[in-house]
């Protein structure tokens, strides 16, 4: 499994587990020279947070990229050169774009001159946290209905143990093609963690599960164009359910952490101080810190989408549903706990303006796939929040620049001091932000104050 350890908390044995998990090895250079596992040409169905990274990534490592997105607004946006990216993307983007390597589409059939076809679309919940499968089930219809013999088709969106066997092996079946031989169908999760450079995609292995072993080698060649380590899983099934597990695992992490604050705020303890010294232990412990509650596109949903299954076979998860259960509830403390900061130097919600910021991922992921109400600083200053407090006034202002806070001190004069709370989830809004607010409600500087 190379040098690369499992990130699990088995007391140090993980090295007697490795002999589990199987990497891919790519074949050797074909007769002649070349690269065996080099595929000339992938189409990326779907360009939002996690398709235009991968696009991007196989920039200069394929040939043509053909990137289709149903959304001309977002193609533009795309063709423009401004879609929120990091700066290397930014930067690689344009040169892709300046190349000619990267053709943009609305068109669906254009799969069609494809070698591979990556399918990156939302697998967003509804309102009652029910999957809402409309954009992935629209995806792989259209894929299975234009793909060709020869082509191998993965699925990365986070679904159900079952999707793609359901939504592309099936349907493929149906028009004559032999999966395994005719086309090689796959799912491989996706593994991008938006704006953090720390995590940059050439590192982070990737797991792949076909529906044969051929498919499952077919996926790994294409994958391994984006990553240097792909391990092959047993089935599709397989894959699906570990991006569940990952999500799902975050999910309960971040939600004991909420709670441990909770419980650490009744015993006047600091329960960011408590988290490092818990994770010096080299064994035994993986620890989340407390915040305002859990936002993006993954981990307020993709939970869901397991409870979902089991609940269509008679079956429960109990400790996962008091996780999403605490984890709804959570932008609820946020509002409550603002009142006890103002509260402890005798002020009052009543009249007091809150300020929220923090929100540009938000607004950033909103843009591409997922809504700004799986924000928790969105939810937080929701009208909802602080209905009990009627005489408060909540104001998200998404647009600050990091690299800049002084823009904090400046966008609304009128909170004065003794008469406003500023939520920010990061550290450097919230120290400008105390330059005119009497109270910092902060998720990273002020985390062991509000959340104690």
Same mark, same amino acid.
């Given at each position: 499994?190379?040098?690369?350890?499992?990130?699990?908390?088995?007391?140090?044995?993980?090295?007697?587990?490795?002999? $589990?998990?199987?990497?891919?090895?790519?074949?050797?250079?074909?007769?002649?020279? %070349?690269? @065996?596992?080099?595929?000339?040409?992938?189409?990326?169905?779907?360009? /939002?947070?996690?398709?235009?990274?991968?696009?991007?990534?196989?920039?200069?490592?394929?040939?043509? =990229?053909?990137?289709?997105?149903?959304?001309?607004?977002?193609?533009?946006? =795309?063709?423009? %050169?401004?879609?929120?990216?990091?700066?290397?993307?930014?930067?690689?983007?344009?040169?892709?774009?300046?190349?000619?390597?990267?053709?943009?589409?609305?068109?669906?059939?254009?799969?069609?001159?494809?070698?591979?076809?990556?399918?990156?679309?939302?697998?967003?919940?509804?309102?009652?946290?029910?999957?809402?499968?409309?954009?992935?089930? /629209?995806? #792989?219809?259209?894929?299975?209905?234009?793909?060709?013999?020869?082509?191998?088709?993965?699925?990365?969106?986070?679904?159900?143990?079952?999707?793609?066997?359901?939504?592309?092996?099936?349907? !493929?079946?149906?028009?004559? &093609?032999?999966?395994?031989?005719?086309?090689?169908?796959?799912?491989?999760?996706? $593994?991008?963690?938006?704006?953090?450079?720390?995590?940059?995609? $050439?590192?982070?292995?990737?797991?792949? %599960?076909?529906?044969?072993?051929? #498919?499952?080698?077919?996926?790994?060649?294409?994958?391994?164009?984006?990553?240097?380590?792909?391990? !092959?899983?047993?089935?599709?099934?397989?894959?699906?359910?570990?991006?569940?597990?990952?999500?799902?695992?975050?999910?309960?992490?971040?939600?004991?952490?909420?709670?441990?604050?909770?419980? #650490?705020?009744?015993?006047?303890?600091?329960?960011?101080?408590?988290?490092?010294?818990?994770?010096?232990?080299?064994?035994?412990?993986?620890?989340?810190?407390?915040?305002?509650?859990?936002?993006?596109?993954?981990?307020?949903?993709?939970?869901?989408?397991?409870?979902?299954? &089991?609940?269509?076979?008679?079956?429960?998860?109990?400790?996962?549903?008091?996780?999403?259960?605490?984890?709804?509830?959570?932008?609820?403390?946020?509002?409550?706990?603002?009142?006890?900061?103002?509260?402890?130097?005798?002020?009052? &919600?009543? %009249?007091?303006?809150? =300020?929220?910021?923090?929100?540009?991922?938000?607004?950033?992921?909103?843009?591409? #796939?997922?809504?700004?109400?799986?924000?928790?600083?969105?939810?937080?200053? @929701?009208?909802?929040?602080?209905?009990?407090?009627?005489?408060?006034?909540?104001?998200?202002?998404?647009?600050?620049?990091?690299?800049?806070?002084?823009?904090?001190?400046?966008?609304?004069?009128?909170?004065?001091?003794?008469?406003?709370?500023?939520?920010?989830?990061?550290?450097?809004?919230?120290?400008?932000?105390?330059?005119?607010?009497?109270?910092?409600?902060?998720?990273?500087?002020?985390?062991?104050?509000?959340?104690?």
């Amino acid at each position: 499994m190379s040098q690369r350890s499992l990130s699990l908390a088995v007391n140090g044995r993980e090295y007697q587990l490795t002999s $589990r998990l199987k990497l891919y090895q790519a074949p050797g250079p074909p007769p002649g020279g %070349g690269d @065996g596992a080099v595929t000339s040409s992938v189409a990326i169905v779907g360009l /939002g947070y996690v398709g235009l990274p991968t696009a991007i990534a196989l920039h200069g490592r394929c040939e043509r =990229i053909i990137g289709i997105d149903l959304s001309q607004q977002r193609l533009a946006q =795309i063709a423009a %050169g401004s879609a929120d990216l990091t700066g290397p993307d930014q930067v690689e983007l344009g040169a892709a774009l300046a190349d000619g390597s990267l053709e943009l589409t609305a068109d669906p059939t254009a799969v069609k001159a494809a070698d591979a076809v990556i399918i990156c679309v939302p697998t967003p919940v509804d309102g009652q946290y029910v999957p809402d499968l409309a954009a992935l089930r /629209g995806a #792989c219809a259209s894929v299975a209905a234009h793909a060709r013999p020869g082509q191998t088709v993965i699925l990365t969106s986070t679904t159900y143990a079952g999707t793609t066997r359901e939504l592309l092996a099936e349907p !493929l079946r149906r028009r004559g &093609l032999r999966v395994g031989t005719d086309v090689f169908v796959a799912f491989c999760p996706e $593994r991008i963690d938006p704006g953090n450079l720390d995590h940059l995609q $050439r590192e982070t292995p990737r797991v792949v %599960g076909g529906i044969t072993p051929a #498919c499952t080698e077919r996926a790994a060649a294409v994958i391994g164009q984006l990553t240097d380590a792909v391990y !092959l899983l047993s089935s599709p099934e397989a894959a699906e359910a570990t991006k569940l597990y990952e999500n799902i695992f975050r999910a309960v992490s971040l939600a004991l952490a909420n709670e441990f604050a909770d419980a #650490c705020g009744a015993l006047n303890l600091d329960p960011v101080e408590i988290t490092l010294a818990a994770g010096t232990k080299p064994y035994g412990f993986l620890g989340a810190l407390p915040g305002p509650g859990v936002g993006g596109h993954c981990i307020p949903c993709d939970p869901h989408y397991l409870l979902w299954q &089991l609940s269509k076979q008679g079956q429960r998860s109990p400790l996962i549903e008091q996780t999403m259960k605490s984890i709804s509830e959570r932008p609820s403390r946020v509002a409550e706990r603002a009142a006890e900061v103002l509260a402890a130097q005798g002020r009052t &919600l009543t %009249g007091a303006a809150v =300020i929220v910021v923090g929100l540009h991922a938000g607004i950033w992921l909103g843009s591409l #796939c997922c809504r700004h109400a799986n924000t928790p600083v969105a939810k937080a200053a @929701g009208v909802s929040r602080f209905r009990a407090f009627p005489t408060a006034r909540a104001s998200i202002h998404p647009r600050i620049v990091p690299n800049s806070p002084c823009k904090v001190a400046s966008i609304s004069p009128r909170f004065g001091p003794g008469r406003s709370v500023i939520f920010s989830t990061s550290a450097r809004i919230a120290s400008a932000a105390s330059l005119r607010s009497s109270v910092v409600l902060s998720a990273s500087v002020s985390r062991s104050t509000f959340f104690r």
